[in-house]
């Protein structure tokens, strides 16, 4: 079985910083991406950040560069995601999702097998 799971999610002011864990169990063999997802109330899922499966060519979305940084353990199977200089539009809920496969360049949305639940990330003014 295949689990993902998030957490760190919490109301901060705006200006204030989080960071967010997420953990992938049962990843027991292959290659794969990991990467973040939001989802604000009304709105699309927006791909946040991502790491590939080889090499180190991180997206971010032009809405959090410069502010979030990605971060992955491959031994242990985590993902991070470090947000300083948090927003309102920020606000969103943060959802961990592997793409199993080798990639070189991280995909997208359609190409990722397994999501955690999501956790809440609010940023009041």
């Known amino acids: 079985q295949v689990q993902v799971a998030e957490s760190g999610g919490d109301l901060v002011q705006a200006g204030g910083s989080l960071k967010l864990s997420c953990t992938a169990s049962g990843l027991t063999s292959g290659e794969y991406a990991m990467g973040w997802f939001r989802q604000a109330p009304g709105k699309e899922r927006e791909r946040v950040s991502c790491?590939?499966?080889?090499?180190?060519?991180?997206y971010y979305a032009d809405s959090v560069r410069g502010r979030f940084t990605i971060s992955r353990d491959n031994a242990k199977n985590t993902l991070d995601l470090q947000m300083n200089s948090l927003k309102p539009e920020d606000t969103a809920m943060y959802y961990c999702?592997?793409?199993?496969?080798?990639?070189?360049?991280?995909?997208?949305?359609?190409?990722?097998?397994?999501w955690g639940q999501g956790t809440q990330v609010s940023v009041s003014s």
């Open positions: 999702a592997v793409a199993r496969g080798g990639y070189y360049n991280c995909p997208r949305e359609h190409d990722f097998d397994y």
């Open positions: 790491i590939p499966s080889y090499g180190s060519r991180t």
